[in-house]
T-cell receptor, first 118, second 112 residues
Framework: GAVVSQHPSWVICKSGTSVKIECRSL??????MFWYRQFPKQSLMLMAT?????????EQGVEKDKFLINHASLTLSTLTVTSAHPEDSSFYIC??????????????FGPGTRLLVL | AQSVTQLGSHVSVSEGALVLLRCNYS??????LFWYVQYPNQGLQLLLK??????LVKGINGFEAEFKKSETSFHLTKPSAHMSDAAEYFC??????????FGSGTRLSIRP
């Protein structure tokens, strides 16, 4: 089946530094990937939609300059948390969409990246 | 716009008992509905999804859900709970833009 990987699986960084998280579709190509954020014991909140070769579409309330998304190829999207602060600590999950028609679409989720900002 | 409401943040059942996790949705377009499971510190795994057609959807691990348009519900059931079913379960809805909106989640505990 379709597999989505994320790297790193967890990261600890100092406040003020930037952190890059990679999301890869291992055995399929994905023109669209999604980035979610999940706080402890809470649901997933969609942050942005990442389209290959174009700018990401951010959800309301998500800072574009804070969370930089790049979708340079059909198998890789990256999320960079710039100048991270403790409030950015969270579980970040990506998903990759397959299927060109809505009735055939499926999203496959990565295992998540846990970010802790000290 | 789409939204999902999961009734009950925590459900506890005995091993072998019926599992029922409730989900109601709101959608301005014909919805696609999903149930996902999340084990601790892991990503999400799709249990089942409804797109069109048959309203009773069977998924993995013995789970099934029924789409009831008149009740705007998509409840998840399993006839007999197993200890390995303990996890967080998310109901989700997708509209025409393919964005998935998740409910708040229900933590399922299984008593021996």
């Amino acid at each position: 089946g379709a597999v989505v990987s994320q790297h790193p699986s967890w990261v600890i960084c100092k406040s003020g530094t930037s952190v890059k998280i990679e999301c890869r579709s291992l055995d399929f190509q994905a023109t669209t990937m999604f980035w979610y954020r999940q706080f402890p014991k809470q649901s997933l909140m969609l942050m942005a939609t990442s389209n290959e070769g174009s700018k990401a579409t951010y959800e309301q309330g998500v800072e574009k300059d804070k969370f930089l998304i790049n979708h340079a190829s059909l198998t890789l999207s990256t999320l960079t948390v710039t100048s991270a602060h403790p409030e950015d600590s969270s579980f970040y999950i990506c998903s990759a969409r397959v299927g060109s028609r809505r009735s055939q679409e499926t999203q496959y989720f990565g295992p998540g990246t846990r970010l802790l900002v000290l | 716009a789409q939204s999902v409401t999961q009734l009950g943040s925590h459900v506890s059942v005995s091993e072998g008992a019926l599992v029922l996790l409730r989900c109601n949705y709101s959608s301005s377009v014909p919805p696609y509905l999903f149930w996902y499971v999340q084990y601790p510190n892991q990503g999400l795994q799709l249990l089942l999804k409804y797109t069109t057609g048959a309203t009773l959807v069977k998924g993995i691990n013995g789970f099934e859900a029924e789409f009831k348009k008149s009740e705007t519900s998509f409840h998840l059931t399993k006839p007999s709970a197993h200890m390995s079913d303990a996890a967080e379960y998310f109901c989700a809805v997708s509209g025409s833009a393919s964005k998935i909106i998740f409910g708040s989640g229900t933590r399922l505990s299984i008593r021996p």
